[in-house]
């Protein structure tokens, strides 16, 4: 008789976890929607052109991604420490952390500036790349680090404000942007109307006004009376360091990550520019229908985490971390089951290329088979991220990486003479590995002590006073 009323408070507590974190994800799910579909826009839009237009957006994505990883690796101190701060009414160390990452992020964008200037072509002909492939890339490349200042800012300002609970303005914000950069790709890289076609240039320029519109816009939501965050003069070396010591595993993972990039698209030209435009092209199929749900479960899950740690309540933090990860498998799962039947057809969409499309094909189902994995890492990753523990998903995702997609694709595809299809599996191998590692991780709750002890540092400033609610100590 008391088995059921145990069964149904647990089925009840799981349901409401779920609600809220759902609360929370669907603007990000929205807002991810539309950012890959943008990038989604660009490589359709090159596809139009040639299959070395869309190998030159692909390679030159992999640099992109450098400046991304590195706004990411700040965005995930930055919702860590302000979901915690949120949790706990410490808003005045929340306001100075928001305000240190954001100075960060800007300062961290000017190298690549001048890096896409000066070696943009070269980069790009490093990878083995083709001349005309190289060109093109060159030029995309260069346009898009012209404004990666401005992507850091726009990454960690949205970042700041979700951590406090309003997932809904950055939504707002990088909805109109990205509206704005899918009208522009067209409009500019296909010349509608009376705009002469641009091509690739004008499918980047798109991509930049889109960066510094969302920058700019979500810097005016921050200090505007429309969200529960502002920012406050920096003083405290304390977030400094905390902040700091979050975010450099997260972009240490991205570095590592971005390097091993390299090899990986190295061992795909092997087999022929084809192939790897149709790596691009499954990835981007997989990306544009499951990864939204996963990337908004990863934000939704680091602000009840994070929150739960900050109001003292671990167990509800571990609990939080777990039903989301359920939830996470559940839906994201279903949609892989989708993808891996429509594969075929959805990589249509991008090219025509007989061959490119067979092979686009196969990439998309391997991803179809990773979903389940991948939505597992990511939700356990920003369960972890608001724990304060980004160095375990780092050491999952890098050696997942390493064993996964570099080891058997060289040794089995490659070596052995496997071929293709010993790539497909070993994007499988890759998310799985890393999986396993960060549940483990979350499973053994070291994050828990963690987390306390860098809330309990930061409670006051280094002589021990308080800080007052606009972020300037009593004294």
Do not use: C
């Not at 240190?100 to 980069?123: E, R």
């Not at 003069?233 to 979050?246: F, G, N, S, V, Y």
């Not at 795909?268 to 997989?286: D, K």
């Not at 189902?365 to 990511?378: G, I, K």
């Amino acid at each position: 008789m008391g088995f059921r009323p145990v069964l149904s408070g647990g089925r009840r507590r799981v349901v409401r976890v779920w609600r809220r974190i759902f609360g929370l994800s669907w603007p990000v799910m929205v807002e991810q929607i539309l950012r890959t579909l943008m990038r989604t826009t660009d490589v359709a839009v090159t596809g139009l052109f040639s299959p070395a237009a869309v190998a030159a957006v692909g390679l030159a994505d992999l640099y992109a991604r450098l400046p991304l990883r590195i706004g990411l690796g700040l965005g995930s101190g930055v919702i860590a420490l302000s979901s915690q701060d949120t949790g706990s009414g410490e808003t005045a160390n929340r306001n100075e952390a928001i305000t240190q990452a954001v100075i960060l992020g800007a300062l961290a964008g000017i190298p690549f500036v001048l890096f896409g200037l000066v070696f943009g072509q070269g980069a790009i002909r490093l990878l083995g790349a083709e001349w005309e492939v190289a060109r093109m890339g060159g030029i995309y490349l260069a346009i898009i680090f012209a404004t990666s200042p401005a992507r850091h800012v726009a990454l960690v300002a949205s970042r700041s404000v979700q951590g406090a609970g309003d997932t809904r303005t950055p939504m707002y914000v990088n909805a109109v942007s990205n509206a704005l950069n899918i009208a522009g790709t067209i409009v500019l890289g296909l010349g509608i109307g009376p705009v002469p076609q641009f091509g690739i240039v004008g499918v980047g320029l798109a991509t930049a006004f889109g960066n510094v519109f969302s920058a700019l816009a979500l810097v005016a939501a921050i200090r505007s009376p429309y969200t529960p965050v502002d920012f406050a003069r920096p003083h405290q070396w304390t977030i400094t360091k905390q902040l700091l010591a979050i975010s450099a595993p997260r972009i240490l993972e991205g570095m590592l990550t971005f390097v091993m990039e390299f090899p990986f698209n190295a061992i795909l030209l092997l087999f022929g520019t084809e192939v790897n435009a149709a790596y691009q092209i499954g990835r981007r199929v997989y990306q544009q229908i499951t990864a939204p749900l996963s990337r908004g479960y990863r934000t939704g899950t680091s602000i009840v985490v994070g929150q739960a740690l900050g109001d003292g309540d671990p167990g509800g933090a571990r609990y939080n971390g777990w039903a989301a990860a359920g939830l996470g498998l559940l839906t994201v799962g279903s949609l892989g089951a989708v993808l891996f039947v429509g594969a075929e057809w959805l990589v249509t969409f991008f090219t025509d290329d007989p061959e490119t499309l067979r092979y686009a094909g196969g990439f998309a189902r391997a991803y179809a088979v990773a979903a389940p994995f991948t939505a597992l890492y990511v939700v356990l990753a920003g369960a972890l991220t608001s724990g304060s523990d980004t160095r375990t998903p780092l050491v999952g995702r890098v050696t997942g990486m390493f064993v996964g997609m570099l080891g058997v694709s060289y040794v089995v595809g490659v070596r052995a003479g496997y071929g293709v299809p010993a790539v497909y599996a070993s994007i499988v191998v890759y998310y799985l590995w890393a999986t396993i590692y960060v549940a483990v991780g979350f499973h053994r709750g070291a994050w828990i002590e963690r987390t306390r002890d860098m809330m309990d540092e930061r409670e006051s400033t280094p002589d021990g006073d308080r800080t007052s609610e606009d972020g300037y100590s009593d004294n």
